[in-house]
């Protein structure tokens, strides 16, 4: 693969992504199936990059842009969730799914078999947070998928690694496979959280929103390949960086924090495309290699594959509503008893449960959980890193029959729960009324607290002017901002009783503002350039000019899009 091929596929991916949300479909699976189609085209090259470079390369700035935007508070309020599917549960699936190939594939021993799970066991981040947003899944459920997606990779790479090692006769830094986890995991927060830290100190001496959004840029990378150089989790180290940089943006400045959201957005845009669409083109290739190249019995291999993908898509489920039965049993065997012991353990247990909201209890809540483990390309990428040959010089037993596996689980669960998962939303409603009402209050609240200190900074810089302002002249404008506001208000229902409502009022009105300022600022626009044609204004002008209009509408464009 050259570098001419590589661009062309990103250019294909992102005008198929375009056109997908054009059409109101959802863009990563449309993208997947266009390169799967494409890759039975005669004479298509094969587009093959080394698993380092999807893991060092393609999967860093992924992970750090999803932490950057990830509440911290809300990660610690969803930790019990987050760590029972980001680690038990894909531990779970990697034993499980090792027990099932070792029964399907007979030449697969059970350590290959384990290496098969543990490359299945993780859903996919990126999967995750792109079919979920563009769903509109509640927001309680992104934030555990979202949590779970983030940290589930360190689990899966770190057992990854033992099962490779254990196969082929290497070795880890640390021979025992728990301290093996404990020292990724702890070298990989530390390297995170302590790089963090630096970046935040340069940042905040550097001044200059370039400087600081290019520093920014470099952080995943340094963070993923200086943890591994220390045998550390790459992946943790990303994450753990990104949210403390996350948590701590809002002490940039605002020129720093537009340059960095335009930046990852479109970063997160690239990459997505050229994910799913990478995905998509291995296929023709991939079965050409098990069946070609290796000559595999297609029954066997078939088979094998299926019931894979059969335990990956019913263990998931088996584990949600299992342990949510446990535990409904266990709270009402402590209500029943209510002994002074078991009632304090029974009143910490609905208090920790009342933090992340009676809705994480209901059952379809757990049922759209069960349903969002789509693989994706930290699958393939691990796939693709297991190793030819054994130590000893021998082939890694059953690796064709385990890349293959891992697409056939990567694609199916991507079109089979993706295509599906729409209709799951629509029918079980699990945003319900609740979470729509508690957002309009804090939304309410929010108002309210901004506009009473905006009164009071206007109040104190009345009270004490800045040396040089017009004193007349502040509370002149002082004055319109307050009647501009007021008008707003009156413009808005009186009844304070329906907050949907009145939300959907106060939506309305924003859209007018909205619409009226920037056709204001496109008539300025074709006004000043009508001029400069005319001969009536230097072009030198009229760039300085349209600068200008340029800030005031992406300013308007920003400030109304917050409040829709």
Known sequence: MNGVQLLLVVIAAIAVTGLAHRRGLQPPLVVLVVGLAASYIPGMPRLELDAHIILGIVLPPLLYSTALDFSVPSFVQNIQPILRLGVVLVLVTAFAVGGVAFWAVPEMTFGAALVLGAVVGPPDAVTAVAIGRSLGVPSRVMTILTGESLINDAAALTLFSVGVAAVTGSHTVVDNPVLF????????????????VVVLWIRKRLHDPGLETVLGLVVPFSAYLLAEELHGSGVLAVVMAGFWVGHNSTKAGYATRLQERQLWRSIDALLEAFVFAYMGLQMSFIIDDVFGTHHEPVGTVLLASLLVLLTVMVIRPVFIFAFASVKSMVRQRLNTQPAPENAKIAAGLRTA??????????????????????????????AAGVPALTESGQEFP??????????????????????????LVKRLDVSGEVEHTKEMQERTYAREVARAASRKAVQDTLADPPDGCDPALLAGIAERFRHAQETREDLLPEDEDDPAQRELARKDLTRAVKVLRQRMLTAQREALIAERD?????????????EQLDYEEAATAGTYAARM
């Open 398 to 423: 059953g690796r064709s029959v385990l890349q293959f596996t891992a697409f056939v689980v990567a694609v199916g669960t991507l079109l089979i729960q993706g295509l599906t998962l729409p209709i």
């Open 181 to 196: 986890f404990v020292y990724t995991s702890v070298v990989g927060t530390l390297v995170g959280l302590v790089l963090a």
């Open 534 to 546: 005319a001969g009536n204004l230097e072009d030198e002008v009229l760039r300085d000019l349209l």
């Open 353 to 382: 449960t009342d933090k992340v909201g009676p809705r994480g209890a209901t059952w379809q809540t757990n049922a759209l959980l069960s349903w969002t483990g789509m693989r994706g390309v930290v699958t393939l990428a691990a």
